[in-house]
């Protein structure tokens, strides 16, 4: 059974630091393309940050580059989001999620990704 679970969130003033991680379960993570999205109320859920399964290939959000980076370790079986310079913007619910197939490109569209996780909260306030 595939499961995807977030952790890590949590309140943090700006500027502030957090690092999500995102066990995975019932498959290998290596194998597939993870990715991080995140909603804020009344808004669309959005890519924030993808890592492919083939050569470790990461991709952001223009938002977030420079200050959030996603690494995964095999070991672990766990794709991790180190988010840094937080800023209020970012606060939303996290969610970390798989393709569906192993071979699937890695993108930061949510419609590409079928297996999520149930999310963490993360807010920026001072």
């Known amino acids: 059974q595939v499961r995807l679970v977030e952790s890590g969130g949590g309140l943090v003033q700006p500027g502030g630091s957090l690092r999500l991680s995102c066990a995975a379960s019932g498959f290998t993570s290596g194998h597939y393309a993870i990715g991080w999205f995140r909603q804020a109320p009344g808004k669309e859920r959005e890519g924030v940050s993808v890592i492919s399964r083939s050569d470790d290939s990461t991709y952001y959000q223009d938002s977030v580059k420079g200050r959030f980076t996603i690494s995964r370790d095999n070991a672990k079986n766990t794709v991790y989001l180190q988010m840094n310079s937080l800023k209020p913007e970012d606060t939303a619910v996290y969610y970390c999620?798989?393709?569906?197939?192993?071979?699937?490109?890695?993108?930061?569209?949510?419609?590409?990704?079928?297996?999520w996780g149930q999310g963490t909260q993360v807010t920026v306030s001072s």
């Open positions: 999620a798989r393709t569906f197939r192993p071979w699937a490109s890695a993108t930061l569209s949510p419609h590409d990704y079928v297996y």
